[in-house]
């Protein structure tokens, strides 16, 4: 159903390469042997894996029978997709050999964190909402919750306090919603 593999970034004009942690598969065991398996397999990484819709091949028959689409008109779309057809896979691989290659530029979306936070805001919501409906555990649930609201909080706390404030009552609005206490 997915076939995952990997990849490296690149900036922009000029000549090299930047291996990254989150393109070559550092988060797995190493005593990892598995050549073929579904998310229970990985619930120790689950929320490390690179979710970018370019670093894993899906099957077109996968994606049509589960409707996995992309949101539309937001910005970070790939979380949901990716951890929607993770759940549902029952035949996942990886590739490590680094077919992807990223290419960084001033303009992308995660360079500019300040003038895109509202839509990762929306998409944890989303992305949260959705694994509370899938049949998964407690336990999975709460990891996914934890590293997404985190990740908010984390990104949030990079920002200068103009930015912040800018942002806090969506954020403070999401933290109440799924019970996370916000720490600074």
């Not at 090299?16 to 990892?32: A, H, I, M, R, V």
């Not at 579904?38 to 990484?45: A, E, H, V």
Request: aromatic share 18%; with cysteine.
């Amino acid at each position: 159903d997915m076939l995952c593999f990997g990849g490296y970034n690149f900036i922009d004009n000029k000549d090299n390469e930047q291996d990254t942690p989150y393109y070559s598969f550092s988060y797995l065991p190493k005593d990892w042997n598995k050549d073929v398996f579904n998310y229970t397999d990985c619930i120790d990484f689950i929320n490390r894996m690179a979710v970018s819709a370019c670093l894993t091949f899906y099957k077109k028959s996968f994606i049509k029978k589960h409707k996995i689409m992309f949101p539309p008109h937001l910005r970070f779309e790939d979380n949901i997709f990716f951890c929607k057809a993770l759940i549902r896979a029952k035949r996942i691989a990886i590739n490590k050999t680094k077919f992807y290659q990223r290419r960084l530029h001033s303009e992308q979306i995660t360079q500019n964190w300040d003038k895109h936070f509202s839509d990762y805001i929306k998409i944890t919501d989303m992305l949260l909402t959705m694994l509370k409906k899938e049949n998964i555990t407690v336990e999975l649930y709460e990891k996914y919750k934890k590293s997404y609201l985190k990740s908010c909080q984390k990104i949030n706390n990079r920002f200068d306090e103009s930015i912040q404030n800018k942002y806090n009552n969506e954020l403070n609005d999401l933290f109440i919603k799924y019970n996370f206490i916000f720490l600074t």
